[in-house]
């Protein structure tokens, strides 16, 4: 089984919450949920990270590459 890792950078946390007119109504939460549906309908492992932290993100993705 294939593996995907989708890392989401700063305040997609806040999704739903921040200029609707803009960005919708759609919380991240949702985001999520409809990925994770794709993901057993193709039979992939889907990993979802976020963090609002650009280190934590550049970490997240070093240590993604032997692992997606």
């Known amino acids: 089984m294939?593996?995907?890792i989708i890392i989401n950078g700063p305040?997609?946390?806040l999704l739903g919450q921040r200029e609707q007119s803009l960005y919708?109504?759609?919380d991240y939460k949702y985001l999520s949920k409809i990925c994770n549906q794709k993901a057993i309908k193709l039979n992939l492992k889907l990993d979802i990270k976020q963090s609002n932290v650009e280190g934590e993100i550049v970490n997240l993705i070093q240590n993604s590459v032997d692992n997606y």
Do not use: C, D, F, V
Request: aromatic share 0%; net charge positive; glycine share 12%.
């Open 24 to 26: 919708g109504s759609k």
């Open 11 to 13: 305040n997609l946390n």
């Open 2 to 4: 294939s593996k995907i």
